[in-house]
């Protein structure tokens, strides 16, 4: 079967209520099941979302494990918990829910006055100047290289929290049922990471999973292990996102990774906000290289024989980005959610998704499609 077949089939099938079609009466797409690894990056993980609304269109595909970081590991967990309450449109409702309180919306909002919104949305590079030359912003930015959270926020108070405990319910997200998740911080003291899962996931753990150091007070949690309170940073600086716990936690061998932070920029940056910015996707992305790497190289001892079929896992590594689209911003947006970046956002997880579908559909469950050495090399 040809893999825009097997798109077009899926696609028809799942999606005909939005597209006002009727169902087809194909054949049968085979079901595959893969992994998720979703990346950080604050208010641009409107773009995952994108990409797990239009995933969640394809019913032959499940979802067996996620593993997630920052923005990532909200996606997840509001994946996970509408999953388990109500299925594909839980998760959907969930989603939805979340980053349209985000961007100052309601479940409520009629659609005329969201579409309203988004045909009056500015284009993405002015939201990002706008953003970045803010005055108020441009404050926060020098009081945050002057000044600790522990000196500007010395009662601690975070704005997610309360978000948080109102969207997720970690009854849910820790149940047995529905994607396994795997949530990464990383340890102030050791400098190690930290993967927390099952009932170990709570607002605590979301929160440390997103803390940057600059902005919010390091988030402590006890650990039942070392029997000590320990502080956590964001996972970013050690795994954006870490891999390794579907190697071992999952039986698929599929991981589907979603890229917020740009791989490459052709611009050479030049000014201190350039600067800055690339420097901040090169540190959130070093750790995801190092994995690919260690994948790549398991993947060659397979193929040259040196290790028997079967005795080390072989990846199959697919990616969903949208380098043309990431490159305009920056990370005063990461820090600024509106409806209009988020909407627009969502609207290129959508489009990279329906991309991928198109081109490597069947391709799911049988190899991977990212050149691994290209990508780190």
Known sequence: MEDGQHYERSKSTNRHA??????????????????????????HGAFTWGVLDRLLDENWITIEGITATSAGAVNAAAFKAGYVENGREGAR???????EAMGGLSTLTPDPVKAWLDAIAPPLPVIASLTENNPAIKMAELFSQALSPYETNPLNYHPLRSTIDAFFDFESICAAQGPKLFISATNVRSGKIKIFQGDEINTDVILASACLPQVFQAVEIYDSKTRQTEAYWDGGFMGNPA??????????????????????REALPKTAKEIENRVNEISFNSSLLRELRSIEFVQRLIREGRVKQGDMKDIHIHSIADDATMVQLGVATKHSPTASLMSQLKK????????FLRDHAGNLGKIGTCDLREMFS
């Not at 409702?93 to 980053?99: D, I």
């Open 18 to 43: 939005q597209l006002g079609r009727g169902p087809c009466d194909g054949p049968v797409v085979t079901p595959v099941t893969i992994n998720l690894a979703l990346q950080g990056g604050g208010a």
């Open 93 to 99: 409702a969930r989603l939805n829910g979340f980053w």
């Open 243 to 264: 891999l390794f716990p579907l190697f071992y936690e999952t039986k698929t061998s599929d991981i589907l990774l979603v890229h917020i932070n740009p791989m490459r």
């Open 348 to 355: 290129s997880g959508q489009e990279a998704m329906d991309g």
